[in-house]
């Protein structure tokens, strides 16, 4: 049977393509040899459900543990019915030991459930008749909420000290978020619990992480080794970079290549064919890229993403709960500087932000090629000036992240007339007030070959209280072209001072030289 490269539901080692599901979290089995009670926790389609499966299956199969996995997720519909939400998760457990657990470890039958506290008392029974120490890996919790949330970790908590002879000898609570979330989702309140901590007796909380580069190689040389087609080093590369080994992307622009574009298998697959299925995947909005996108509108994401977006400050905490739960989401990079995750996250962040703004561009992208094929800068800033003028205070208002509005409408116009022909790749310059903006525009030369023409802008805002930006401006735009090998650059200053003259005086295009001696165009906006 031929594999495919896997993008949703867990991973089957006969089916799919896979970086070994137990090497990715390789501090588990360590826990559970101490009795441990912990928390796992990754964003959406990282591959926790087939990395806990794999476990329980691991180590039932040692033979010295009945270890199940199984999910919260039916008790998501009971709401604060937590006696309904009960009965679910164990009519979960029930179905998934008949079919996963040999008979002699699944459980007997259940105690009254209509009794208090029936899920302790349930898995009290199991403990005791089980011939094996319990392992529960309770997926999915976080789908659980308000009363029903509370329900059950007072139960788990109630057991702790029984264990392993008359509890669950290692419990792990898996979801989408670390377990300091769990106190809103149970309603906010964290002495309801009775502890700062809902979940105070966890050993430890384990994210699953990213793939790391050799994990993306070793998964595009199966596909290799099974059909002979080559990815190019540059290609694997640009992969590498583009998903910053988030595995869904990583499996997504392989899937889109081989399976939607269907490179010919004798061909070899290069960094072209990657943009490509980048491309793809980010305007067709797949399920994960949609659900990403959907959490935009929270206050607490945009709390954390929109002084990324606009260049500012992030002016967070290590242990603000905000911050945390954008991380928890993947949509930050786990480690500091703040950022975006990757750059497909970022153009999906700035693609859905600047919707309004596309929507409402009617210059045909067809008018800003020139006749040898090149992208005309020149005729687009003109364009965007009038634009700006006629319509840019308007939609700047609108915007949902009105601190980074000015630049966001900049992007929107910008990914409207190039779209479909070339590329736009976004840097966001955290506390330097910058977004750093390169277009990549393909074109052939007369002899026949392909080159790149490649225009970098710099993206400024002069707020109430500042002073004018320029030759800050200039000094960081020689620097984002010295680390492009260009001689030339666009710089853009909004001004959204309160006091700045009206939009068509201020909006003036003029010609400067930065210091390191380049010609630069400044739009002043």
């Not at 360590?30 to 928390?39: K, T």
């Not at 999915?140 to 509890?167: K, M, N, T, W």
């Not at 377990?179 to 309603?187: C, D, I, L, M, T």
């Not at 910058?434 to 993206?459: C, K, M, S, Y």
Request: hydrophobic share 40%.
């Amino acid at each position: 049977m031929v594999r495919r490269f896997n993008t949703a539901g867990p991973c089957r080692p006969d089916f799919h393509y896979m970086v070994p599901a137990l090497s990715r979290l390789p501090q588990a089995p360590g826990l559970v040899a101490q009795d441990g009670y912990f928390v796992v926790h990754a964003p959406r389609q990282t591959g926790k459900t087939t990395a806990l499966r794999a476990l329980a299956a691991e180590l039932t199969a040692s033979g010295r543990y009945a270890a199940l996995y199984f999910s919260c997720e039916f008790g998501e519909a009971a709401g604060d019915d937590y006696r309904a939400a009960e009965r679910s998760i164990l009519q979960e457990i029930r179905d998934r030991a008949d079919a996963t657990l040999p008979e002699s470890l699944r459980p007997p039958p259940w105690p009254d459930l209509s009794a208090e506290n029936p899920l302790r008392r349930a898995l009290s029974a199991w403990a005791r008749t089980c011939p094996q120490p319990l392992v529960l890996f309770f997926d999915e919790i976080d789908a659980l909420r308000g009363q029903s949330l509370i329900s059950v970790l007072r139960q788990l908590r109630a057991g702790f000290s029984e264990r392993p002879e008359s509890f669950p000898a290692s419990v792990a609570l898996c979801g989408l978020r670390d377990v300091r979330e769990y106190k809103a989702a149970s309603g906010g309140d964290p002495t309801r619990l009775g502890s700062a901590s809902p979940f105070n007796i966890k050993l430890k909380s384990l994210r699953l992480g990213d793939f790391t580069p050799e994990e993306v190689r070793s998964l595009y040389s199966q596909y290799t080794d099974d059909t002979g087609q080559d990815f190019t080093e540059e290609a694997v590369q640009r992969a590498i970079e583009l998903t910053a080994g988030q595995p869904w992307l990583v499996n997504a622009l392989a899937r889109e290549i081989v399976e939607e574009i269907k490179i010919p298998i004798p061909e070899t697959i290069t960094v072209e064919h990657v943009e490509q299925a980048k491309e793809r995947l980010i305007l067709a909005r797949a399920t994960h890229l949609d659900s990403l996108a959907a959490k935009l509108a929270e206050p607490r994401v945009r709390r954390v993403l929109e002084p990324v977006l606009a260049g500012t400050l992030v002016n967070l905490d290590a242990y603000d709960d905000d911050l945390a739960y954008v991380r928890d989401l993947g949509l930050i990079a786990p480690l500091n500087p703040v950022r975006i995750a990757n750059p497909i996250y970022r153009e999906v962040v700035a693609r859905v932000l600047t919707d309004g703004v596309e929507a409402v561009v009617f210059a045909d992208p067809r008018s800003f090629v020139l006749p040898d094929g090149r992208f005309d800068t020149a005729t687009m800033l003109d364009e965007f000036t009038r634009f700006w003028v006629e319509n840019g205070e308007i939609l700047a208002s609108g915007r949902r992240y009105p601190e980074a509005a000015p630049q966001l409408v900049l992007m929107g116009f910008l990914q409207r007339v190039v779209n479909g022909g070339g590329y736009v790749e976004r840097e966001y310059g955290i506390g330097r007030g910058r977004i750093d903006l390169l277009v990549r525009w393909p074109h052939t030369t007369p002899n026949g070959r392909r080159r790149w023409q490649r225009e970098a802008f710099e993206l400024k805002v002069r707020r109430t209280g500042e002073a004018d930006p320029l030759h800050r401006g200039l000094a960081q735009l020689d620097g984002y072209l010295d680390r492009l090998g260009l001689d030339h650059g666009i710089l853009v200053i909004f001004d959204t001072r309160s006091e700045a003259p009206p939009i068509a005086e201020r909006t003036v295009t003029t010609t400067i030289t930065s210091p390191a001696g380049r010609t630069v165009t400044l739009l002043r906006a």
